[in-house]
């Protein structure tokens, strides 16, 4: 079967995966004022049902911070979670409807100045969230000084973040260059391993320098018996499908769950290392049935989540089953050994959390857009900025009109794009003209052409009557040629600048001139 084709490095992305979700299961169920096992169910079913139905490689599901102030807002509207629930179970099914009416098409119109924006701004949002962890800090600090801080710090949870990080650090740049059993055996179980032996033997006291206290650890409700674990399980009262305010609640959180779940697909199609595409219809419809689901047995929302997401990539995770895997496991943790994990600090979490965070919000990142010019670069600041400044939803929105305004500037008085698809029966011949200019905004019809090209097929791309070309079509063209190479499909570049079969990079091809061009 093709999900267990890449299960020696699946696997070890799945445990990575697991010890990242826990926690956020966990911390977005509080946050959202929810019972803390609903965190749990969405997490669950986020992996299994959502992984096994979905089409995405490496994407991984589960509750997400961005849904956060909906549902704390909702619950607290309603008056009871039971009736929350009928809400969530309105909105899976209102996403199989939106899958079925294909409006996945919707995540192809967002451009990846916005989209690289979004997961920056999560990175940066991430490290910053985990700096008080990573100190044993939990009371809100409401003064600068000094000494309140010093008071404040647990420095037991500071040696477990320096331990952690050290193991993760070395593990990655220097054991897994060298070995491939250090590959196969992810960092972040031995940092998460040392981190319960810590607090085994040093951490489970009262000492007041290496002593880390309960609320400093992971927090799993502790079943004692199967009836005990099956009463975590809450369902919807279904008398509220007669109510106004469930309906209202239900289409919002349909609309942003597949509003996020589009633009996670978007930035988690960029990181695969294979440069697949997933099918977002069918993503929008796997999400449905997860959220039907979670809903009917007490969970929370579900989106497909970027931090999980990049996580597994940065993990080595090539396929579905790392997902699924990282599922199973939430399940049979919660079941078998809540009360080993409960021994897992706070801070080896946050150390893994500041490893994936600083990844996205790489300060390289900053530069290698201003490279790019303005076009890329102001889209790009203003999303971080916007959604460091409000939150996920808000943020996106507003980088995508500053993009549509740059858009908008840069393509006045130019000519609109034009694709011609021409058949040869016998040599499976395809020609498309690309018009003068090319933006973004067709990114969806080309994306729809290219991706229709049968196995051995053969592509004329005349690009010579095109004056501007816009980064994100030349980024796609990069993508799509690795999947040609796979597919065995021939491409010849036709360009004022000569013809090329198969070109290695577009972006290389056209150089730095045609980037200028597209200011």
Wanted: hydrophobic share 50%; proline share 4%.
């Amino acid at each position: 079967m093709k999900i267990f084709k890449y299960w020696k490095k699946d696997l070890p992305a799945s445990i990575v995966v697991f010890f990242v979700a826990l926690p956020l299961c966990l911390g977005v169920a509080l946050a959202s004022g929810a019972p803390i096992f609903s965190g749990i169910i969405a997490g669950i079913i986020g992996g299994i049902v959502v992984g096994l139905l979905s089409k995405s490689s490496i994407g991984v599901s589960g509750p997400a911070a961005g849904l956060v102030v909906i549902v704390l807002n909702a619950i607290t509207d309603l008056g009871a979670y039971e009736l929350f629930l009928v809400a969530v179970v309105l909105a899976g099914l209102m996403q199989l409807v939106l899958g079925i009416l294909k409006a996945g098409v919707i995540g192809y119109y967002f451009p990846s100045a916005v989209i690289k924006g979004m997961l920056c701004a999560i990175g940066i949002s991430i490290f910053l969230k985990q700096v008080p962890l990573a100190f044993g800090i939990t009371a809100p600090i409401n003064t600068f000084s000094l000494t309140t801080l010093l008071q404040a710090i647990t420095p037991g949870a500071v040696i477990v973040t320096i331990i952690s990080l050290t193991i993760l650090l070395v593990w990655d740049n220097l054991l897994s260059k060298k070995s491939s059993f250090f590959k196969l055996l992810p960092g972040s179980l031995i940092a998460v391993l040392s981190g319960i032996t810590y607090q085994l033997f040093v951490g489970n006291t009262n000492d007041e320098v290496f002593g880390i206290d309960q609320d400093l650890l992971v927090n799993v409700p502790v079943p004692t018996s199967i009836t005990d674990f099956t009463r975590q399980f809450i369902f919807p009262d279904f008398n509220g499908l007669f109510n106004p305010m469930v309906w209202q609640v239900a289409l919002t959180i349909a609309i942003v769950a597949s509003l996020e779940t589009l633009l996670s697909v978007e930035a988690t199609d960029k990181i695969d290392p294979k440069k697949r595409q997933t099918p977002t219809n069918r993503e929008l419809m796997a999400q449905g049935v997860g959220n039907t689901l979670s809903g009917l047995i007490g969970g929370l929302p579900i989106t497909q989540v970027i931090v999980r997401s990049s996580a597994n990539a940065m993990s080595g995770g090539l396929s579905r089953l790392s997902t699924v895997a990282h599922g199973a496991l939430l399940l049979i943790s919660v079941i078998s050994i809540p009360v080993f994990l409960n021994l897992i600090p706070n801070a080896v979490l946050a150390a893994i959390l500041l490893i994936i965070g600083y990844k996205l919000g790489n300060p390289k990142q900053f530069i290698a857009m201003y490279r790019l010019g303005k076009s890329q670069f102001v889209p790009f600041v203003i999303t971080v900025l916007a959604i460091l400044a409000t939150d996920l939803l808000k943020g996106i929105l507003i980088g995508l009109l500053v993009g549509v305004i740059v858009l908008l500037l840069k393509s006045y008085n130019n000519s609109h794009v034009m694709l011609v698809k021409e058949k040869d029966g016998s040599k499976n011949l395809f020609h498309m003209n690309f018009a003068e200019e090319v933006t973004f905004i067709n990114r969806g019809a080309i994306v729809k052409e290219l991706d229709g090209l049968k196995k051995g097929s053969f592509l004329e791309l005349d690009v010579r009557k095109t004056k501007i070309l816009d980064y994100d079509i030349l980024e796609y063209l990069d993508e799509f040629s690795v999947k040609a190479k796979n597919n065995q499909i021939n491409i010849t570049l036709i360009s004022e600048l000569g013809t090329v079969e198969n070109p290695e990079s577009f972006r290389a091809f056209f150089g730095h001139a045609l980037i200028e061009n597209s200011h």
